[in-house]
């Protein structure tokens, strides 16, 4: 296969980030199009994680489904009202043939989505799937479930490749995922240390990019980027260090968290944390599908929509706001988004029962204007200089 | 009297179920608290728990037209006005102290929440922050694709059930420490016999509404046989009114006994029903002669109870497991997957059209009835109609804008019937 991105090649910082950000905005989903017209096959998964090495090993391009700002016209009529933005605009982008799959596979992470495989599969020709990842992962029959609903997610994706997925390309696909991870945690460990060199928009662009290329592709990218992020004459400036809570799911526009880095230093944040999910190398030695079964249970994130009682939502945002040395935090839901809406309650409450100073707000993948945003944003980061 | 016996007997159940809760409640005892779709509480009946079903309390306040009121507390308190209503009016009733409209809400000394709801799972955290009580999730994983639930006893569904069966025992753990009491499976056996009588009686009754004229309607008298089938699952009480209940409707049956004056039109309903004005909002579709002879919600808010299932006492944890599976799945299956099922229920009920009502608060019932819609239409010409409102918050009912709906959908049935005898 070419490289379904090479413009970011030989290029200077600012027109690699540049580039990068122009085809994360692109709503037509260039590089799915052109692995597809390689020959490629393509497995398209809903938010919020999706054991992708699987997909990977089979040669097929896992596909980051995260909704679009585009208008929902043919996808609308498939809802009713109430929802979420991502719901509809991920139909929307298969419905349009935006984005063309070959396998669809959703996860009940919330109520609206749990209803998808279900929509989803009547409109499309192709299999629709649910992997039913465990909402007990504190039982200790969670993992072998895991395990082997991961092999069913194999066999699944051996039909789409047309070929067997061995334990031997699971591993090698363990490889090339782990050097990601190890990546993208450089990337985030950079915007906790020298926040100024990797403002929030960038740094979500080089994130959002795993969704959308081949992960060697997005390899080369991040080992390219860091050094000369690593050497970007940036200067320090005098502000806030905050965490950034709430896109665990539908996706706040660039536009908005270009807004928020004008005033802030987003430290941490949890936007595609799915493509974050494992914190640490899942072992490529022994069953692979074990291990990241494992890994899934035991190294992991966290979100609103899994449960774990080694979790609670609460202490996880103060540990974020701890890790990342946050001054305070802006915490986002999606409009219609229930998980969302209700970690707000949690989150305000601990932030209170703490002390730390919060900025709230909702979003929408598809708003435009953002001034009212900005300006009450800037007043509460002043409150904070100032106080 | 035979006849009525049904909801006059559930309507008592009801007040003596939470009469009961009130003594609890004055006696401190901690409550488990569960859920409609997969309530497990033939097990938990083992370890004495009153049980509390919190949606059943939510719907309570709607249907008696209190919900509003706690609807607001809990915005107050910081949840969204676009989040379940089921939820706010729990969370209200909790912020209260227990306070309901039908007595006192003991607190919760564990709950069990299934995944067959996410709201569900939040629910419970909420508790758990409130509360600091243990909170245990069943997983029960559902059916992977459209058409694709695995078959019983089949290697896929063997694992899922094993799955199943090993959180049981976990749960089992859980409840001898929570209750201090220890695990008596001939207790169990029996709580779980009764639940077969309870599910054999459901199924049975809902196949004897196929009668015409209908036996009783699914909107208004099944939703009282709804909540006895989840308030007194696995009870002895529970046994004896769905053993009464059959003997009733199949005597109605025999006897062409209705439940409308005047039986016009067969409607099956797919959604949650208009809590906030339930009575005018099953006298809008009765006043027209409409019947509900069946509804998607009696099988999903019943946890699967509509299947009969019969648990094997002689093997009563593996059988609990594949029926708590077996069960459930079916219940996620009548949300999101019943485009055929819808089909067969036209066929098996005669019925003239089909009612969709999603509602705001429930995202897990309501997302996918348009499209859902759009399919039956495909499969079958059949008239339908598609009326949005809540089960909870009376802000997003619009009566009159309902009744115009409700009224052209009849008023075509009528011209349809019409034009089908001219052309006959």
């Keep these: ?387 | 009297m035979i006849v009525g016996r049904g909801n006059e007997a559930g309507a008592r159940l009801f007040r003596e179920w939470f009469d009961g809760l009130t003594r609890a409640a004055e006696e401190q005892r901690g409550a488990a608290y569960v859920f409609v779709m997969g309530s497990l509480a033939e097990l938990l009946r083992v370890f004495d728990f009153p049980i509390v079903f919190p949606e059943i309390n939510s719907l309570q306040a709607a249907v008696r037209r209190v919900a509003h009121e706690y609807l607001n507390e809990a915005e107050n308190y910081g949840y969204s006005p676009d989040i379940c209503g089921y939820v706010k009016a729990d969370v209200a009733t909790q912020l209260r102290g227990g306070q309901h409209p039908m007595g006192k809400i003991p607190k919760p000394a564990l709950a069990v929440c299934t995944n067959a709801c996410n709201t569900y799972i939040k629910w419970g955290e909420i508790w758990e922050r409130m509360y600091g009580m243990p909170m245990f999730t069943l997983d029960i994983p559902g059916s992977r694709g459209a058409g694709l639930a695995s078959p019983r006893g089949g290697e896929d569904f063997e694992r899922d059930r094993r799955y199943i069966e090993g959180q049981l025992t976990e749960l089992i753990a859980l409840c001898e420490r929570v209750s201090g009491k220890r695990f008596d499976i001939d207790k169990l056996r029996e709580h779980m016999g009764w639940a077969n009588a309870m599910s054999q009686g459901w199924a049975r009754v809902l196949e004897l509404n196929r009668s015409r004229p209908a036996v009783f309607n699914a909107l208004s008298d099944g939703t009282i046989y709804l909540g006895v089938a989840n308030g007194f699952r696995g009870a002895r009480e529970g046994a004896a009114f769905f053993t009464d209940l059959v003997e009733e409707m199949s005597h109605k049956a025999f006897r062409g006994i209705g439940t409308a004056t005047t039986e016009k039109w067969r409607l099956l309903f797919v959604g949650v029903p208009c809590y906030p004005i339930f009575r005018r909002f099953s006298e809008l579709f009765s006043d027209w002669g409409g019947v509900f002879v069946n509804s998607t919600y009696l099988w999903f808010a019943s946890g699967g109870a509509n299947l009969g299932f019969t648990y094997d006492l002689a093997r009563p944890l593996e059988s609990l497991a594949e029926g708590i599976l077996l069960g459930v799945r079916d219940a996620m299956d009548s949300m999101f997957f019943q485009t055929d099922a819808l089909v067969h229920m036209l066929d098996d009920f005669a019925a003239d059209g089909v009612v969709y009502h999603p509602i705001k608060s429930c995202r897990t019932v309501s997302t996918g009835l348009a499209d859902s819609r759009r399919a039956l239409m495909a499969a079958r010409d059949v008239p339908s109609l598609f009326v949005e409102s809540d089960m909870m918050d009376r802000r997003v009912v619009s009566e009159a804008q309902m009744k115009n709906r409700i009224d052209a959908f009849f008023e075509g049935l009528a011209a349809r019937r019409h034009q089908a005898l001219a052309t006959a």
């Design chain 1, 1 to 387: 296969m070419n490289a379904v991105f090479p413009e970011w090649r030989d290029q200077p910082l600012d027109e690699l980030l540049y580039r990068s950000r122009e085809l994360i905005e692109d709503t037509d989903f260039p590089t799915v199009r052109r692995w597809r017209e390689q020959g490629g096959k393509v497995v398209g998964h809903f938010q919020v994680y999706f054991p992708e090495e699987i997909a990977h090993a089979g040669g097929l391009l896992p596909f980051k489904v995260r909704g679009a700002p585009v208008e929902p016209t043919q996808a609308d009529s498939r809802f009713g009202s109430y929802l979420c933005s991502i719901i509809k605009t991920s139909l929307e982008l298969a419905l349009s043939k935006r984005v063309e799959l070959d396998l669809f596979v959703t996860h009940p992470i919330c109520d609206a989505a749990r209803n998808l495989a279900g929509v989803w599969g009547r409109n499309a020709a192709y299999p629709c799937r649910i992997l039913y990842l465990p909402q007990n992962p504190n039982s200790a029959f969670a993992a072998a479930y895991l395990r082997d609903e991961y092999d069913r997610v194999r066999r699944v994706c051996e039909a789409i490749a047309g070929r067997a997925i061995t334990d031997d390309d699971l591993r090698r696909s363990l490889a090339v995922f782990n050097e990601n991870r190890a990546l993208l945690r450089r990337l985030y460990a950079l915007r906790r240390e020298r926040p100024w060199l990797l403002p929030a928009d960038d740094a979500y662009v080089l994130l959002a990019l795993g969704g959308v290329l081949p992960r060697e592709e997005h390899n080369a990218l991040l080992r390219t980027v860091l050094p000369l992020l690593d050497e970007r004459a940036a200067p320090r400036q005098d502000k806030v260090r905050v965490v950034l809570e709430g896109g665990f799911c539908e996706q706040p526009p660039l536009d908005l968290l270009r807004a928020i880095a004008r005033s802030c230093y987003v430290v941490d944040d949890d936007l595609l944390i799915g493509l974050r999910w494992l914190t640490s190398d899942v072992p490529a030695d022994g069953d692979p599908l074990g291990a990241l079964a494992t890994a899934y249970l035991e190294r992991s994130a966290h979100s609103p929509v899994q449960h774990d009682l080694r979790k609670p939502k609460d202490r996880m945002l103060l540990e974020r706001l701890d890790e990342a040395k946050a001054q305070a935090a802006i915490l986002m839901a999606a409009k219609m988004c229930e998980p969302g809406l209700e970690e707000l309650v949690v989150h305000t409450r601990a932030l209170d029962r703490r002390g730390v100073r919060y900025f709230v707000s909702e979003f929408e993948e598809n708003m435009t204007s953002f001034d009212t945003l900005e300006i009450q944003l800037e007043t509460f980061v002043e409150n904070l200089l100032f106080d």
